[in-house]
């Protein structure tokens, strides 16, 4: 069982930055690939990025490339999305997700994780 708790969320203007966190809990939590996940109303949830257990491979939605860095720091038990050059398109609720059994090659699947947190909103105006 694991335990995911996100943080970070708010309102920023057009072309601001936002570091989302997400705090995971429970037993060998270092063994759960993580990933980041929005979804914006009215539209299904999306894969955003995610990060191998040693944090040493990562993987991005093509919207969000360049612009946002996810990270972990295994001491803390800590996912991080850093998010720049935010624009309109990138207002949503973002979700933290762990699995332990899911292959790296499937993190952009959402059906394929075991554990949610409760999001966080992130608003763009422009």
């Known amino acids: 069982q694991v335990q995911l708790v996100e943080s970070g969320g708010g309102l920023v203007q057009a072309g601001g930055s936002l570091r989302l966190s997400c705090a995971a809990s429970?037993?060998?939590?270092?063994?759960?690939?993580m990933g980041w996940f929005r979804q914006a109303p009215g539209k299904e949830r999306e894969f955003v990025a995610a990060?191998?257990?040693?944090?040493?491979?990562?993987l991005y939605a093509d919207s969000v490339k360049g612009r946002f860095t996810i990270s972990r720091d295994i001491a803390k038990n800590t996912v991080y999305l850093q998010m720049n050059s935010l624009n309109a398109e990138d207002t949503a609720v973002y979700y933290c997700?762990?699995?332990?059994?899911?292959?790296?090659?499937?993190?952009?699947?959402?059906?394929?994780?075991?554990?949610w947190g409760q999001g966080t909103q992130v608003t763009v105006s422009s």
């Open positions: 990060v191998s257990r040693s944090g040493g491979t990562t």
């Open positions: 997700a762990a699995d332990l059994l899911i292959s790296f090659i499937r993190t952009p699947d959402a059906k394929k994780y075991n554990y």
């Open positions: 429970g037993r060998n939590v270092g063994n759960y690939i």
